[in-house]
């Protein structure tokens, strides 16, 4: 099919090198620093209680969640949840991936405007990333009912426009998170280099699923103009 040519190979393998190459360095990363103990001995679960009731966040709990990786603060419900290697970890590591999502929990209380936009538009997202392939597909194989191929952009569009209003968003995170850890006695500062490592390669992942976001979206467009 002419969808499937040299174009859409090059872009595979840029999506998977990209991708791989993202989720090997933050693992690396963060189990570098998680043979680090955090100077002041605080698990990542007492390091995020500490900064929340700091920050007058005392009503929001810390909960584990399984899985590696998997720390995320949720909005809708205001509940933090910290992966089995962070919540009851003290180390370098743990203390910034849980300073890390107490910064999206102090977004939330303060209404960042950015962190509001990208809440707001989450059913959108949802929607288009679920209906964008189904079009895009049917647009392809039916050249008779090309307007779903530009449909489906359209709809493939709002997760792109998500993807890149999730980079301000974790980039302030983390900015908060490293204050917040050497404002609260969580760590003295040459221990910070190694929370800024762990962050910096969190920030990595977001930027790269926005730029394949944006290859993939060009390529549809391509694909458009010449159908």
């Known amino acids: 099919m002419d969808y499937m040519n040299s174009q859409w190979l090059l872009l595979m393998i840029v999506t998977v090198a990209l991708g791989g190459l993202t989720q090997a360095y933050i693992r690396f990363t963060f189990r570098k620093w998680s043979h680090v103990p955090v100077a002041s001995g605080l698990s990542g679960a007492q390091v995020a209680r500490r900064i929340l009731d700091a920050n007058g966040l005392a009503a929001v709990p810390v ?96 997760a792109v426009i998500f993807q890149i209003i999730t980079l301000p968003v974790e980039f302030n995170a983390s900015r908060r998170a490293l204050v917040t850890l050497e404002m609260n006695g969580v760590m003295p500062p040459d221990q910070l280099a190694g929370a800024r490592q762990v962050l910096t390669a969190a920030a990595l992942t977001y930027v790269a699923a926005a730029l394949i976001s944006l290859l993939n979206l060009f390529y549809y467009l391509g694909l458009a103009r010449r159908s």
């Open 63 to 158: 909960n584990p969640v399984t899985g590696t990786l998997t720390d995320h603060y949720d909005p809708r419900s205001r509940q933090l949840a910290l992966s089995e290697g962070v919540y009851g970890a003290a180390t370098v590591a743990a203390a910034g991936v849980a300073a890390h999502e107490v910064g999206h929990a102090i977004q939330d209380e303060q209404e960042y405007v950015w962190g509001n936009i990208r809440t707001a538009i989450v059913p959108v997202v949802n929607f288009g990333s679920s209906a964008a392939g189904i079009l895009i597909l049917m647009g392809l194989v039916m050249p008779a009912f090309a307007g779903l191929l530009w449909l489906g952009i359209l709809a493939y569009s709002a």
